[in-house]
């Protein structure tokens, strides 16, 4: 299954969905003492945290891959007001979901092979030949130790076979 994220190079257009001054990299005001200065991507969600006067966390939009099933969404993004803002953080949120529907022109998403813990794609074919390479190698180093344990021949220690009789024995180490 291929999954949808946000490729770098979107930022200006992030920050211009719920502000006016997009690109600036200062934090633009949105309200008596509010901003939106903790934009933050990860993968395919966008968190557009606002903060309140004296630098508070007020509340925050969550923006994710757009899903037809969602009560609010945009051309590209279902979104979601984070509960527990006080009302006038609420009506900014909601002035923020407005502005996010009105200019959503689409474009931010790319799909993309999901990886594993390696960073490899576990579809690609490099990595089912080496997953398959590892899985031989397994089985072969599992097969010797069997054989090493049960099979190999007991080890004997030197010169230690009986001598024939009439031979002369071994000269004793001096």
């Known amino acids: 299954m291929r999954e949808l994220v946000i490729g770098p190079g979107h930022?200006?257009?992030?920050e211009a969905l719920v502000t006016e001054s997009a690109g600036s990299g200062a934090a633009a005001p949105v309200g008596s003492?509010?901003?939106?200065?903790a934009i933050s991507v990860s993968g395919g969600t966008i968190r557009f945290g606002l903060t309140g006067p004296g630098g508070t966390a007020a509340g925050a939009v969550v923006a994710t891959p757009?899903?037809?099933?969602?009560?609010?969404r945009s051309r590209s993004f279902s979104l979601a007001i984070e509960p527990g803002a006080s009302p006038e953080a609420q009506a900014?949120?909601?002035q923020a979901v407005?502005?996010?529907?009105?200019?959503?022109?689409g474009g931010f998403y790319h799909e993309t092979e999901p990886t594993d813990s390696s960073g490899m794609s576990p579809s690609a074919?490099?990595?089912?030949?080496v997953r398959g390479l590892i899985?031989?190698?397994?089985?072969?180093?599992?097969?010797?130790?069997v054989w090493w344990a049960f099979f190999a021949p007991a080890r004997r220690k030197p010169d230690t076979a009986p001598t024939p009789p009439g031979d002369p024995p071994p000269p004793a180490d001096v």
């Open 11 to 14: 930022e200006a257009e992030i």
């Open 98 to 105: 407005a502005r996010i529907i009105e200019r959503d022109q």
């Open 125 to 129: 074919p490099a990595a089912q030949w």
């Open 92 to 94: 900014l949120l909601e």
């Open 66 to 72: 757009r899903d037809d099933s969602a009560a609010v």
């Open 135 to 145: 899985l031989i190698a397994s089985i072969a180093a599992a097969a010797l130790g």
């Open 33 to 37: 003492g509010y901003v939106f200065d």
